[in-house]
C-alpha cells in the first residue's frame, strides 16, 4: 500500500483545479492544457464548492463545546518547475476551522494537502486526526532533547547511537506510565 502524506499548508499559497476537457470541445494540436480554475487561498470569492464536507464536536478539558468544520476539494494541482512537473500529482486540499458555541471562529483557518495514489479512501476525519498525531510526536521530541539528553550522546558508532535512542525512549515511555503515581523516582546520573 502506498503511503498517504497529510502536510501543513500555508494559508497565501494559489492551486488550481484540475482541468477536465468537456465532450464537445475539441482537441488542438497545441500543449495539452492541465491547469483549470484558479483556487487561491486568501481569496474565498473565487473558491468553487468543496468535494467533501463532514462537521464533529468535541469538549475542551475546561468544557467548552467547540465545532471543527472540515472542507475537502478532490483533483487539485500546484505549479511545479521544469524538473518537478506537479501537475502527475494531483492531491486533496483541506481546510479546517474550529468554532465555538456560538459560532464564532476561534483560530485562523488550517489548510490541509492530502497527497497519495489512495488518498481518496481516507475521510477528512481521518485526515485531520492524522495531522493532529503530529502534535503528540512534537511533545516526545522537545521533552526527549530537553530533559532526557535524547541527542547529548554522541559516538561515531551507530548502533551505540541508536541504542542511546532507544533508551531514552524507554525512559520516557516509564515516565508516561508512572505519571499518575505521586511516588518521586530519582534519576540517577552516570549510572548508564
Known sequence: ???????????????YRQFIREK?????SEHPRCYGDKFDLKDQNIWHEPTLC?????????GRQMTVTISGWNQMLMRGTKNHKMNR?????????????????IWKPMWL????????ELSLIDCYESYRQ?????HLFRFGKQRLL????????VKHEENWFKLTLIAYVNLWVARNNRVFFPIIGNSI
Open 1 to 15: 500500500m502506498a503511503p498517504q502524506i497529510v502536510i501543513y499548508n500555508r494559508s497565501n499559497r494559489v492551486f
Open 24 to 28: 464537445n470541445q475539441e482537441i488542438t
Open 54 to 62: 463532514s462537521q464533529s464536536m468535541f469538549t475542551t478539558k475546561k
Open 89 to 105: 500529482y494531483p492531491f486533496t486540499l483541506v481546510r479546517i476551522t474550529v468554532t465555538d458555541e456560538i459560532g464564532n471562529q
Open 113 to 120: 494537502i492530502v497527497i497519495g495514489s489512495r488518498r481518496e
Open 134 to 138: 503530529r502534535y503528540d510526536m512534537e
Open 150 to 157: 535524547m541527542t547529548a550522546y554522541s559516538t561515531p558508532d
